[in-house]
């Protein structure tokens, strides 16, 4: 699994990983809406870009997580597949544009798990592992 959750005390804790910043990034998103769905029950019929950026990688997982659950909010969509199309550095920090898919909430179909308000820069970690993975953590504020 490229995601897992952590105890915390009234929260959760997500670490996700992957090869690449940009793979545990996307691992963190869907991380993020199995806590709240169950993934299997969303058929990506919906595309909506997204954008974020942040002075480093751990900020870009927040950043990223909470323009995730905005756009939920917004568009009324769960989400259940993403993709980055571009990830950049520059001296001004790190930059992020992708694309969400996923559909309109249906609460019946769907059946919601756990409400997830916000990611929360608690917890918050980014390391690049001893087999290179590159590992990232953040509390969700339930």
Not at 2 to 26: F, M
Not at 36 to 45: A, N, Q, S
Request: hydrophobic fraction near 40%.
């Amino acid at each position: 699994m490229s995601y897992e959750y952590l105890d915390h005390t009234a929260d959760v804790g997500l670490r996700s990983r992957g090869q690449t910043l940009a793979e545990a990034l996307t691992h963190g998103a869907l991380g993020l809406f199995a806590l709240m769905v169950d993934l299997e029950r969303i058929v990506p019929r919906q595309e909506v870009p997204i954008q974020c950026a942040a002075g480093d990688p751990a900020a870009l997982f927040v950043e990223l997580l909470n323009e995730l659950l905005a756009q939920r909010d917004i568009e009324g969509l769960f989400f259940g597949d993403f993709e980055i199309t571009d990830l950049e550095q520059s001296d001004d920090g790190y930059w992020l544009k992708g694309i969400a898919r996923g559909e309109p909430m249906d609460i019946e179909r769907h059946q919601p798990k756990t409400e997830v308000k916000a990611a929360t820069y608690g917890g918050l970690e980014y390391v690049v592992d001893e087999k290179g993975q590159h590992v990232l953590q953040c509390v969700l504020d339930l």
